[in-house]
């Protein structure tokens, strides 16, 4: 593990919000406010936030980045490793949901705990998927092999990845990093401003 962590930056989004596509195009920017944000926290430069035809941010000046919107939070990161963070927001889930992305074993790894783990599971598997780039087909090939209070240890396609967990009231964030290191968290009370240079 590295000694430093990515800074994961983690904002709400404005309170009242437009609809439809205004809508989506307002929690993209704040997600990439956020993605700035990081990358102005750790000394990286302005990077250009390129996706290729599949939707994978593709790297920039040797600095990897991913983000996340949630319909009232979003979290973004940079990091020289490659990495993934999503932000999941608790909802009332069906049961074949469930079991699309848990599997027994996994269940019953969490039942020893006295949790679910559904929201852990589903946000954990996503920022693993989104560091290695791949979209949802993927998530067969995804396990988890250990839970501890705030990480999961999954595996993947034979790969072993920490994946840390924040928890908020109503929300989960998780982060994935190909080296597995702690992230360092900035957490915002108020939407971040259109200027990333405002200090925290
Ligand atoms: C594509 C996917 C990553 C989108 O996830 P999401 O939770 O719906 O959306 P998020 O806001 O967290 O992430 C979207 C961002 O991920 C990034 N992204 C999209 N595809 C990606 C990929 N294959 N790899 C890495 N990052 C990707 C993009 O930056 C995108 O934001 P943008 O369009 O504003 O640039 C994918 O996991 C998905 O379709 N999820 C649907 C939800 C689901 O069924 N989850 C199962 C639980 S494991």
Request: charge should be neutral.
């Amino acid at each position: 593990m590295s000694a430093q962590g990515p800074v994961i930056v983690i904002a709400p989004l404005p309170s009242v919000l437009p609809r439809g596509r205004e809508r989506v195009e307002l929690q993209r920017d704040h997600a990439r406010r956020a993605v700035r944000r990081s990358a102005l926290a750790q000394n990286a430069p302005r990077l250009a936030l390129r996706k290729n035809v599949d939707e994978v941010p593709q790297p920039d000046q040797g600095w990897h980045w991913s983000l996340s919107h949630s319909p009232s939070r979003v979290a973004g990161v940079v990091s020289p490793s490659r990495v993934g963070v999503d932000v999941e927001e608790a909802r009332a889930v069906r049961a074949d949901m469930i079991d699309r992305i848990l599997d027994e074993r996994e269940k019953a790894l969490f039942e020893e705990r006295g949790e679910d783990g559904f929201l852990r599971t589903w946000t954990g598997k996503e920022a693993l998927l989104k560091e290695f780039g791949v979209g949802l087909q993927a998530l067969s090939r995804c396990r988890i092999e250990r839970v501890d209070a705030d990480t999961l240890e999954l595996r993947f396609d034979g790969q072993r990845r920490v994946v840390y967990q924040r928890f908020f009231p109503d929300h989960v964030v998780s982060i994935c990093s190909q080296d597995s290191s702690e992230p360092r968290y900035e957490v915002w009370d108020a939407p971040l401003a259109p200027s990333e240079e405002r200090a925290p």
